[in-house]
């Protein structure tokens, strides 16, 4: 229904006096400001002019102010208000109507929020979910003591192995260092007189047997320390 007419309803039988007058002016002036879209200080007005001279035709205007600011509970009270005062009067019909219309409006307010309704999600089964990143400890790492020992044990044999190399090499050096001289001798000669060539001879076989010792003992050495760095 559309904004219905701005009325002030002015009876006959009024008082007299200064009041009557005010009431008078303040009813005019709120019907100017309502018309210029003033609702608060049309409604700030009419107010005032009811408690000077209440007239049930000023609740009528009163429920239309009201219903302007969209103050449904108070527009609701106005209307009701003017039927009772004046179940007569000239606009009881409009005023059942903006009535209905203020209690629609109050209604959809007070009214809850829709409930959405979510379809029911079917049961998957039990399932068993991996524990979180965080909460996988890790298992220690085995202790290595034993590769500690067994490292410094083919270390220590790689270095006596390399030492006794280097022993019979020194030995092996001197001897080739003497036969370069020795071996332009006729066979049984005497080279000193503690030191003869039968001596040299065996000394000779001897050395080449150390050469092979020297030999195998070197890559023992070599291969012993390659063992040690890889178990450590």
């Not at 600011?69 to 004046?86: I, N, V």
């Not at 209905?100 to 079917?122: F, G, I, N, S």
């Not at 049984?188 to 195998?216: C, K, M």
Request: net charge neutral; charged share 15%.
């Amino acid at each position: 229904m559309g904004q219905a007419v701005f009325l002030v309803v002015l009876l006959a039988n009024t008082p007299s006096g200064s009041q009557r007058k005010e009431a008078l002016r303040l009813a005019h002036q709120s019907v100017l400001e309502y018309n210029e879209g003033e609702f608060q200080a049309a409604l700030r007005d009419l107010k005032r002019a009811y408690l000077l001279d209440p007239k049930p035709g000023m609740l009528f205007d009163l429920g239309q102010c009201h219903r302007a600011l969209a103050d449904w509970k108070d527009a609701e009270f106005a209307f009701r208000s003017y039927l009772r005062e004046s179940p007569a009067g000239a606009h009881r019909d409009q005023a059942k109507a903006l009535l209905a219309d203020v209690q629609a409006k109050l209604a959809a307010e007070e009214a809850p929020p829709p409930v959405v309704e979510v379809p029911p999600v079917p049961l998957q089964g039990p399932a068993v979910s991996a524990p979180p990143a965080a909460a996988v400890v890790a298992a220690p790492a085995p202790p290595r003591h034993h590769s500690h020992a067994l490292a410094i044990v083919l270390g220590a044999l790689g270095v006596a192995a390399g030492g006794a190399a280097a022993y019979f090499g020194v030995q092996l050096y001197g001897f080739e260092a003497e036969r370069s001289v020795l071996d332009g001798l006729p066979a049984g000669a005497a080279t000193t007189p503690a030191y003869s060539y039968a001596a040299v001879s065996s000394a000779a076989s001897n050395a080449r047997l150390d050469r092979g010792l020297g030999l195998g003992l070197a890559i023992a050495g070599v291969a012993g320390v390659v063992a040690a760095a890889c178990t450590w």
